[in-house]
């Protein structure tokens, strides 16, 4: 089992009994905002989602290590448009604003370096999310370009920015 500790961190996969604590963030419109996923609408429907997660894709719960409350999740996996390892993040907004995103985010970069091998990495925010592109500049990504992703439906496009790391 993949597991990752920080000073205030594991990180883990999820599973199906954090599904009450996800839900509180991808059932936040708030939150959900500039995610390419759509807004859950219930426990039921976040179940499923943990129960299909590819293992592959090496994605994370962010737990509290003091409480044990899964406060977010985040992946690093192959990209296969870039040649490069995207990272992606999501924490609930009763989080927001206290480092646990960026430090979660240098822990899996450092995984991902260690255990895979991993180089280099991709990534990108919602020009309208500025907070996003903090992180990835604390972790170390640099400005490449701006550009556009959209939900995974199709249903809105963001303008965004794209960041790059390489790691030697």
Same mark, same amino acid.
């Given at each position: 089992?993949?597991?990752?500790? &920080?000073?205030?961190?594991?990180?883990?996969?999820? @599973? @199906?009994?954090?599904?009450?604590?996800?839900?509180? /963030?991808?059932?936040?419109?708030?939150?959900?905002?500039?995610?390419?996923?759509?807004?859950?609408?219930?426990?039921?429907?976040?179940?499923? /989602?943990?129960?299909?997660?590819?293992? %592959?894709?090496?994605?994370?719960? #962010?737990?509290?290590?003091? @409480?044990?409350?899964?406060?977010? !999740?985040?992946?690093?996996?192959?990209?296969?448009? !870039? %040649?490069?390892?995207?990272? %992606?993040?999501?924490?609930? =907004?009763?989080?927001?604003?206290?480092? #646990? &995103? &960026?430090?979660? *985010?240098?822990?899996?970069?450092? /995984?991902?370096?260690?255990?895979?091998? &991993? =180089?280099?990495?991709?990534?990108?925010?919602?020009?309208?999310?500025?907070?996003?592109?903090?992180?990835?500049?604390?972790? %170390?990504?640099?400005?490449?370009?701006?550009?556009?992703? !959209?939900?995974?439906?199709?249903?809105?496009?963001?303008?965004?920015? #794209?960041? *790059?790391?390489?790691?030697?």
């Amino acid at each position: 089992m993949r597991r990752i500790e &920080t000073e205030r961190l594991i990180l883990r996969p999820l @599973t @199906t009994e954090d599904a009450d604590d996800v839900f509180e /963030w991808v059932g936040d419109p708030i939150v959900n905002r500039f995610m390419p996923y759509n807004l859950y609408a219930n426990v039921e429907q976040v179940k499923e /989602w943990i129960a299909s997660i590819d293992e %592959g894709h090496n994605h994370f719960g #962010f737990e509290l290590a003091a @409480t044990g409350k899964v406060i977010g !999740s985040g992946d690093v996996g192959f990209d296969p448009e !870039s %040649g490069a390892y995207g990272l %992606g993040y999501n924490l609930n =907004r009763a989080f927001w604003g206290q480092g #646990f &995103t &960026t430090e979660a *985010s240098k822990a899996m970069i450092q /995984w991902a370096y260690e255990a895979v091998g &991993t =180089r280099d990495f991709v990534a990108c925010h919602a020009i309208k999310n500025p907070a996003s592109g903090r992180v990835m500049q604390k972790c %170390g990504f640099r400005f490449e370009r701006y550009g556009q992703y !959209s939900r995974f439906d199709g249903s809105e496009i963001f303008d965004a920015a #794209f960041y *790059s790391l390489h790691l030697d």
